[in-house]
């Protein structure tokens, strides 16, 4: 849809019967001798011109592309890369990189939440007093949980990279890489598994080193951002349903016809986050605060 400046109106410029999965769709306006007319879905004509203003922008009944446009608020970006002269990296394939565009959508999802802006807002509530330190090794004061919330959401862009089993990931500044299980094991809520990792790394490029607890596991014995939080509230989200890619078979990494692809192998038991009887810190927040949105 077009929109000329000052108008009020959406105009359409052209329809789109289908957009293939992970496509690249570039279209140069058709203008005619400096112009073009475009009509409005009362048949009622405009002409816009290069520069004039006119804003474009996609309408669609699309029911994913509706939920990816209303509810997530974070505006990141990634683009792949090989890291072809560091032996710490593999190359990234399409198996990988078609994993990387869910991983990165679900969490930007996750951050978009009510009900992640709640925990950071009330996270010694919610983390059973827990709290969150920083590099200087220091408990974070509820400025402090409020500004990491908004630096988490910040516009980022992501140089995203598969780490060759040298570790479980690496990340800092916009490198953003993690290892092969992660690839398999997002869909699921697991223990130490990719959630853990991602956020872990996503908090190195925010700023994070060793030292806070915001790169830290859940193996420390104590409830902490990466190894706590974001699994559970992945848990909690996965299990209302609310996510935007859910479905492991869309993209089928596990499909041995893709085997040859693999860097690693793949392990098929899956380890749940907590066991059937019990329901997580998050969760349980959660179940006993049913008003905690209000």
């Excluded at 593999?90 to 679900?106: D, Q």
């Excluded at 978009?112 to 802006?117: A, D, L, N, V």
């Excluded at 509530?125 to 500004?147: A, D, H, L, R």
């Excluded at 790169?215 to 509230?233: C, D, I, K």
């Amino acid at each position: 849809m077009a929109h000329p400046q000052g108008s009020g109106d959406s105009y359409i410029l052209f329809y789109i019967d289908m957009l293939p999965p992970l496509a690249q769709f570039d279209y140069e306006i058709p203008y005619e001798n400096g112009s073009l007319t475009i009509y409005n879905r009362e048949d009622q004509p405009a002409t816009i011109t290069p520069g004039d203003g006119t804003t474009f922008s996609i309408e669609t009944e699309d029911p994913l592309w509706i939920k990816l446009r209303d509810e997530i608020t974070i505006n990141w970006t990634g683009f792949f890369d090989n890291y072809a002269n560091d032996s710490k990296y593999a190359p990234m394939t399409a198996i990988y990189a078609r994993e990387w565009v869910v991983m990165l959508t679900n969490l930007a999802y996750m951050y978009s939440t009510p009900e992640f802006k709640h925990i950071m807002y009330n996270y010694l509530e919610v983390m059973n007093n827990n709290p969150i330190w920083g590099n200087n090794k220091k408990n974070f004061t509820q400025e402090q949980y409020e500004e990491l919330y908004d630096n988490l959401r910040k516009d980022r862009t992501f140089c995203l990279g598969l780490v060759a089993n040298t570790a479980n990931g690496y990340g800092g500044g916009q490198t953003l890489a993690v290892y092969h299980p992660c690839y398999y094991s997002h869909y699921y809520t697991m223990k130490n598994a990719a959630w853990e990792t991602v956020s872990h790394e996503i908090n190195h490029c925010v700023g994070y080193n060793h030292d806070s607890n915001l790169t830290q596991t859940s193996t420390t014995g104590n409830a902490t951002f990466p190894g706590t939080l974001v699994p559970q509230l992945h848990n909690w989200l996965r299990k209302a349903e609310r996510l935007p890619y859910m479905n492991p078979k869309v993209f089928d990494f596990e499909n041995k016809a893709y085997s040859k692809h693999w860097i690693g192998s793949i392990i098929g038991l899956y380890e749940p986050l907590y066991n059937k009887s019990d329901f997580p810190p998050v969760e349980t927040y959660f179940r006993n605060n049913p008003d905690w949105n209000q």
